[in-house]
């Protein structure tokens, strides 16, 4: 067996240990004699299972008491409608248009309520994040709408914008667990897992209670994507992506393991300073996004021509560093390096981007 190294956007790599330990777990869980897969999501094993990834989740995150954690799924597409469908009791909302991900949130939104767009970084590609210290937000608008790491352009919100007490909502799909948050600051907080926690399929959404205590804004809202429902029901109000949830329990104990999110932190950083700062440096290679507003989970890349950059991604495909081409929107290269991108794995990538440089140069 050889694992390659996997810099793919999502679904991403995940920690081996987790990997090792589900294989362990595979037909008999436990000893209950079957597989997490074939259990009923009523049983006791698997009532343990999903407290204990509530719970843990909770620790990592520092979630207060009054946020419910609910596990969902349909893909964070699916939540691009659940949030105004939820939210929207004025039926306004503004958005900031950083990325692709955040424009098809707004464009969804836009069926059910008016959603304004308050600030765009469109006219560069998205290549920055826009200045939200002092935007025109409206009166009534029920909330402000952010993508906080965008996966991509490979940009982050290194501060929150200033949303004029209105509840800031934010879709931290790829950079979840990443870093500590402080989960005060926001309305909800929600992000499909596959990008760094688990297998696709499973979405998490943590919402302040007071958001949702009268149901969802639009009374037409499926029950599937009611969030006060979902919760009232310990997120078992329907048969939840079981496996799914049971691979994010372990990849949170993971994390706690290694020592919480400071530590994700300073692990993240290391890894994104080196990739970074031979982008600085190298004659070649050049990063895409103003330094400011780096990610430190998605890296776009380029070398300037489009046929050098397929000879790059073929070449380190061959190499073992795999899944490196940038987003078809964008061309380039993009390494994404989330939380179980061993540091390595990215030493490892600059090397072979060095030799590259040396023999194309
Ligand atoms: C991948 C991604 C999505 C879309 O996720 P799906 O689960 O495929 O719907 C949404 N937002 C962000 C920030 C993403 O990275």
Known sequence: MSRVYNF???????????????RDEMLDYKGTG????????????????????????????????NYKVIFLQG????????????????????????????????????????AVSV???????????????????????????????????????????????????????SCFLSEPVDVTKYGVIYGGVQKNVGPSGVQVVIVREDLIADGPALKYTPTMMDWKIQADNDSLYNTPPCYGIYICGKVFKWIKKMGGLEAMKAHNEKKAKILYDFLDESKLFKGTVAPEDRSLMNVPFVTGNEELDKKFVAEATKAGFVNLKGHRTVGGMRASIYNAMPIEGVEKLVDFMKKFEEENA
Not at 11 to 17: D, Q, Y
Not at 94 to 100: D, E, F, N, R, V
Request: proline content about 5%.
């Open 8 to 22: 793919s956007a999502g679904p991403a790599v995940l920690p081996e240990e987790v990997l090792e330990e589900a």
């Open 34 to 65: 079957m597989s997490v897969m074939e259990m009923s999501h009523r049983s006791k094993a698997y009532d343990t299972i999903i407290k204990e990834a509530e719970q843990d989740l909770r620790d990592l995150m520092n979630i207060p008491d």
């Open 75 to 114: 893909g964070a597409s699916l939540l691009f409608a659940g949030v105004p469908m939820n939210l929207m009791k004025n039926g306004k909302a503004a958005y900031i248009i950083t990325g692709q991900w955040a424009k098809k949130a707004y464009q969804e939104a836009q069926k059910y309520g008016e």
């Open 119 to 173: 600030a765009s970084s469109a006219d560069k590609t998205f290549s920055y994040i826009p200045d939200c210290s002092d935007l025109d937000i409206p009166e009534d608008a029920d909330y402000v709408y952010i993508c906080e790491n965008n996966t991509i352009y490979g940009t982050k919100f290194k501060t929150l914008p200033n949303t004029k007490g209105k509840e800031l909502v934010a879709d931290v799909s």
